[in-house]
């Protein structure tokens, strides 16, 4: 079965401090991998996605992630944290041969000036 | 412009009341999703479909009904079976409904019982 885990509910930094956003995803097969974020209230918005192509993703606002199999993660990384950036943020995973998607419980990222 | 509306942003569900949630696509998508968000659950399927006229349940779907009448549109009822409504109701889209596809993803509609 697909399941991805987000290992923090929630993480604190300074703005002009760095990002991370750890995912891991338990799966025998090669996923997709998506990082999505939700402003409040808002509908989620797609920063990036792995598909095979290339480990490191770069995504929109200077996020980036990089796919390391053989310890299936997926982090989420920014240089430099910018107020705009506080958000929830999703790790999702998909599979080839089902239908869904599977989302992770969210870290909601607080940045404080 | 190309998207998601989803209509109510706001709906308020009395005791016993069906209630109908929209969502509406102009992106020529076949695929289509509800899901709920509550705080710290991340989201919950509760219903897709694929193609017109045809859809499956999700982990969630007890207490709600959909339909699929035509491809840009999926209405969601939440019925009176539904006894915890109160939530964040996100619809999403996807081109062929592939499980390794981009979904896109409506604004919400927050729902509240009187």
């Known amino acids: 079965a697909q399941s991805v885990t987000q290992l923090d509910s929630h993480v604190s930094v300074s703005e002009g401090t760095p990002v991370l956003l750890r995912c891991n995803y338990s799966s025998s097969y090669s996923p997709s991998l998506f990082w999505y974020v939700q402003h409040p209230n808002k509908g989620l918005q797609l920063l990036l996605k792995?598909?095979?192509?290339?480990?490191l993703v770069k995504g929109i606002n200077g996020f980036e992630a990089e796919f390391k199999k053989s310890e299936t993660s997926f982090h989420l990384t920014k240089p430099s944290a910018h107020m705009s950036d506080a958000a929830e943020y999703f790790c999702?995973?998909?599979?080839?041969?089902?239908?869904?998607?599977?989302f992770g419980k969210g870290t909601m990222l607080l940045v404080s000036p | 412009d190309g998207g998601i509306t989803q209509s109510p942003k706001y709906l308020f569900r009395k005791e016993g009341q069906n209630v109908t949630l929209s969502c509406e696509q102009n992106l020529n998508h076949d695929a289509m999703y509800w899901y709920r968000q509550d705080p710290g659950q991340g989201l919950r399927l509760i219903y897709y479909?694929?193609?017109?006229?045809?859809?499956q349940k999700g982990d969630i779907a007890e207490g709600y009904s959909v339909s699929r009448e035509k491809k840009e549109s999926f209405p969601l009822t939440v019925t009176s079976a539904q006894k915890n409504p109160t939530a964040f109701y996100l619809c999403?889209?996807?081109?062929?409904?592939?499980?390794?596809?981009?979904?896109?993803f409506g604004p919400g509609t927050r729902l509240l019982v009187l």
């Open positions: 999403a889209s996807s081109a062929t409904g592939g499980g390794q596809e981009t979904q896109y």
């Open positions: 792995y598909t095979s192509a290339a480990t």
């Open positions: 479909s694929q193609i017109v006229n045809d859809f």
């Open positions: 999702v995973v998909g599979f080839s041969g089902y239908s869904t998607l599977t």
